[in-house]
């Protein structure tokens, strides 16, 4: 980790080598089959008055091999929180479990059932390997959208401002230090948290947005204007943050509950986040540079230029 979190080019680095991010470079060989729909959190397909919402997501062998609980529950929160970055709420989901022993596989199930009570999503079908040489979990959800509202990743513009939305009330797991835990709270104001995606998806407010994934705050950003085609900046040091947690480590957490979107009504928007219980804050500003910058008040180092290179390794 960097030993001085003010010297910018040293967070770069760091940033730019941690595995959540870099693992995203193999997104790029599925881009001819997932089409339009590359590089969103969920795809979707109109229904009637509603859109629906698809999303799939498979858990890192890294946190089963840390916390087996752990890796149930996130297999549903991971999902969950794609469905509600489209402006979706969560119905169905689906599994594929591999397992060495039966009680590995009670372990993680245990996990799977608390998330799908806890954030009132539905198992519908499932599939399990036993006797399988690894443990794994890969689940796919189900959502609903109302038809012509739902948020794309691909659609931000530049003069956009990027908001960073985040729920800050917990803790890291004490395992793995880049997963941010704050669902221990009343199952409403939970809920409610995730549910502001929806608001601002109705409210037809938001150019794009994007759920805070394992590529970590400032890797989820890079990912959303390079799949809008666009460049822009954050200023690290304006992203909310819980105490305690150092900045580099927080840059690269995946937190339970966090967003980032772009919009031209930033006050709206930041109301919206913040009377549901998330911390909001205008971090940045899209542009036409087809780079992505991180910025420490007046010092400013590229991240990612996208004339040359990938997050999705399509350079």
Avoid at 4 to 20: F, N, Q
Avoid at 35 to 57: P, R, W
Avoid at 97 to 110: F, H, N, T, V
Wanted: charged share 25%; aromatic share 8%.
């Amino acid at each position: 980790m960097a030993d001085d979190e003010t010297d910018l080019r040293g967070i770069v680095a760091e940033l730019k080598s941690y595995p959540g991010l870099t693992r995203k470079r193999y997104a790029g060989i599925f881009r001819d089959l997932v089409g339009e729909f590359f590089g969103e959190d969920a795809g979707f397909h109109s229904l009637q008055d509603c859109e629906v919402v698809l999303t799939s997501d498979g858990v890192w062998h890294r946190v089963l091999e840390a916390d087996l609980y752990w890796g149930g529950f996130v297999s549903i929160l991971v999902n969950a929180h794609d469905v509600y970055a489209m402006g979706a709420r969560p119905l169905m989901a689906v599994n594929v479990i591999s397992a060495r022993s039966a009680e590995e596989l009670e372990e993680m199930k245990r996990g799977m059932e608390d998330a799908l009570r806890l954030f009132r999503v539905r198992m519908v079908k499932g599939h399990v390997h036993p006797d399988s040489p690894t443990n794994s979990i890969d689940v796919a959800m189900v959502g609903i959208a109302s038809r012509g509202r739902v948020i794309r990743s691909s659609t931000a513009k530049p003069g956009d401002r990027i908001i960073i939305a985040v729920d800050t009330d917990g803790r890291p797991h004490e395992k793995l230090a880049h997963n941010f835990d704050s669902t221990n709270k009343d199952p409403n104001q939970l809920i409610s948290q995730f549910e502001s995606m929806v608001e601002l998806a109705e409210r037809g407010i938001l150019s794009a947005g994007k759920d805070l994934s394992n590529a970590g705050i400032a890797g989820t950003v890079a990912m959303l204007l390079e799949t809008s085609g666009a460049g822009g900046w954050i200023d690290v040091n304006r992203v909310p943050r819980p105490k305690g947690v150092g900045l580099v480590q927080w840059l690269k957490t995946y937190p339970a509950c966090g967003f980032a979107v772009t919009t031209r009504s930033e006050e709206e928007v930041l109301n919206v986040f913040r009377e549901r219980g998330l911390e909001a804050e205008v971090v940045g500003e899209v542009d036409g540079s087809k780079r992505m910058r991180l910025r420490m008040g007046e010092v400013e180092e590229t991240f990612f230029d996208f004339s040359r290179e990938s997050v999705f390794g399509l350079r």
